[in-house]
């Protein structure tokens, strides 16, 4: 069993910042994608952010230069640098990974609880 924990939400005012991190634990033989979805009340969710094991890394297009996602192999986790927050950016932000548990066997996605952003003054 794999587990995702999310931490780091809250409010914050326009303009203003937060960092989101999320840990992997569990049955974990090799994570090859972590990212980042949110889902605004009455939305789908959507992408924000996601990066593979060799680095690469994908960004929406409403989040590009304001948000920075990072990873820390070593320790299975993945952070959000949320800059220049917009009310727009309200939304839960979920954890998501591709977590390949054992070896021969394929990898399976993975979803945190959530954690609850909201940008407003």
């Not at 960092?19 to 994570?31: D, K, N, Q, T, Y």
């Not at 690469?56 to 230069?65: F, T």
Request: charged share 15%; proline share 3%; aromatic share 8%.
């Amino acid at each position: 069993q794999v587990h995702l924990v999310e931490s780091g939400g809250g409010l914050v005012q326009p303009g203003g910042s937060l960092r989101l991190s999320c840990v992997a634990s569990g049955s974990i033989f090799m994570i090859n994608v972590m990212g980042w979805y949110r889902q605004a009340p009455g939305k789908e969710r959507e992408l924000v952010a996601t990066i593979i094991s060799g680095g690469s890394i994908n960004y929406a297009d409403s989040v590009k230069g304001r948000f920075t996602i990072s990873r820390d192999n070593a320790k299975n986790t993945v952070s959000l640098q949320m800059n220049s927050l917009k009310p727009e950016d309200t939304a839960v932000y979920y954890c998501n990974s591709e977590i390949q548990s054992r070896i021969y066997e394929p990898s399976r996605r993975y979803w945190g609880q959530g954690t609850q952003v909201t940008v407003s003054s």
